[in-house]
T-cell receptor, first 114, second 115 residues
Framework: EADIYQTPRYLVIGTGKKITLECSQTMGHDKMYWYQQDPGMELHLIHYSYGVNSTEKGDLSSESTVSRIRTEHFPLTLESARPSHTSQYLC?????????????FGPGTRLTVL | GDSVTQMEGPVTLSEEAFLTINCTYTATGYPSLFWYVQYPGEGLQLLLKATKADDKGSNKGFEATYRKETTSFHLEKGSVQVSDSAVYFCALSDRRSSNTGKLIFGQGTTLQVKP
């Protein structure tokens, strides 16, 4: 059973607020990912990290930013939330020593920006 | 570039019916193939995987065979239950990008099983 956590699970916030979505994993995985999931359920990779102090932008352009100061922690920040940011955000991690490319997902954060 | 295409949903079945969800892929390398499942209100869980041609992945009564000749990885189950209602994602990882661990996902197929 994978141990990856996301908080909060649900967030309703007004336009212009700064928010941080938390993601933590206790498995010591080097690689971590953030996905945005649209209402049609399709997943879009928005950020990933190879390890500490490594961050890369994903396939879908996003106004969010991420940081990776510790192996277990990969927070995502929106400096000024807008209604277009309303979505489900999924965090994942992987470790190639546990089998090729298997990603383990957190439960997600459902963000609504009013 | 690499891509994954799944059959469109929703797929609606009666309990104990046979399930097939089609998945085809395009890749220039030798990908690993995966099926993930997402239950309502949850994140994705790995359902099964296959890493080379002719491999069969299986779990919880679900099966999928890696068919290189047809570039397919169709998901099957002989008898579905109401508890199988979820969204199913097919995905691939190209070994050329294996250092990143990145996956390419299909668009997801919603399965609804009625009692």
């Amino acid at each position: 059973e994978a141990d990856i956590y996301q908080t909060p699970r649900y967030l309703v916030i007004g336009t212009g607020k700064k928010i941080t979505l938390e993601c933590s994993q206790t498995m010591g995985h080097d690689k971590m990912y953030w996905y945005q999931q649209d209402p049609g359920m399709e997943l879009h990779l928005i950020h990933y990290s190879y390890g500490v102090n490594s961050t890369e932008k994903g396939d879908l352009s996003s106004e969010s930013t991420v940081s990776r100061i510790r192996t277990e922690h990969f927070p995502l920040t929106l400096e000024s939330a807008r209604p277009s940011h309303t979505s489900q955000y999924l965090c994942a991690s992987s470790d190639l020593t546990r089998g090729p490319d298997t990603q383990y997902f957190g439960p997600g954060t459902r963000l609504t920006v009013l | 570039g690499d891509s994954v295409t799944q059959m469109e949903g929703p797929v609606t079945l009666s309990e104990e019916a046979f399930l097939t969800i089609n998945c085809t892929y395009t890749a220039t390398g030798y990908p690993s193939l995966f099926w993930y499942v997402q239950y309502p209100g949850e994140g994705l869980q790995l359902l099964l995987k296959a890493t080379k041609a002719d491999d069969k992945g299986s779990n919880k009564g679900f099966e999928a065979t890696y068919r290189k000749e047809t570039t397919s990885f169709h998901l099957e189950k002989g008898s579905v239950q109401v508890s199988d209602s979820a969204v199913y994602f097919c995905a691939l990882s190209d070994r050329r990008s294996s250092n990143t661990g990145k996956l390419i996902f299909g668009q997801g197929t919603t399965l609804q099983v009625k009692p």
